[in-house]
């Protein structure tokens, strides 16, 4: 079940391309995968084959694959599947997330919580407003939420470098 803990917010460096849509899935878990580079594969489909790492999302709960498996549901294949631990957002308000190089120069990320109830928040930044901050120098993000109680939590928070595409 996902459980509420006090956090500091989790560096989350970012590397963004000038000229691509930057759309990325944050999991909210409370505990290590049982290996490091575990891949984010979205909801958990039944004729998808999964390899050995790869996280899902199957009734509201976050696995990872332990060995290659197609059609084994992870609640009822534990020899298959790890349950992974997530924090719970529910009651969660407020989501915002930004890009700034200083104090008055900022762009907004846009943010999808509808699976917040998963642990699962997606965030969005343009190709178009990645192109216009290239130029910017150092710049910061973070995405943050109000909790029920009314108290603003920082989630994540990093650097962000842009590049330009070669091939475009």
Do not use: C
Request: cysteine-free; overall charge negative.
């Amino acid at each position: 079940m996902p459980s509420t803990l006090d956090f500091t917010p989790a560096r989350l460096d970012l590397k963004l391309y000038a000229g691509d849509d930057t759309v990325l899935d944050l999991v909210f878990i409370t505990e290590a995968p049982p290996q490091t580079g575990t891949e984010f594969a979205g909801p958990y489909d039944t004729a998808t084959t999964y390899l050995p790492n790869q996280m899902v999302e199957s009734v509201g709960l976050l696995y990872v694959s332990l060995v290659t498996t197609t059609n084994q549901t992870p609640a009822s294949t534990p020899a298959s599947w790890q349950l992974i631990p997530s924090l719970d957002l529910t009651g969660y308000v407020n989501w915002q997330a930004q890009i700034r190089s200083s104090v008055t120069d900022s762009n907004d990320f846009t943010i999808d919580a509808t699976q917040q109830a998963s642990s699962i928040i997606t965030i969005t930044l343009p190709a178009s407003t990645a192109t216009a901050r290239q130029t910017k120098g150092t710049q910061r993000w973070d995405i943050q939420a109000q909790d029920p109680d009314g108290n603003i939590h920082t989630f994540f928070a990093g650097n962000v470098s842009i590049e330009s595409d070669v091939t475009q």
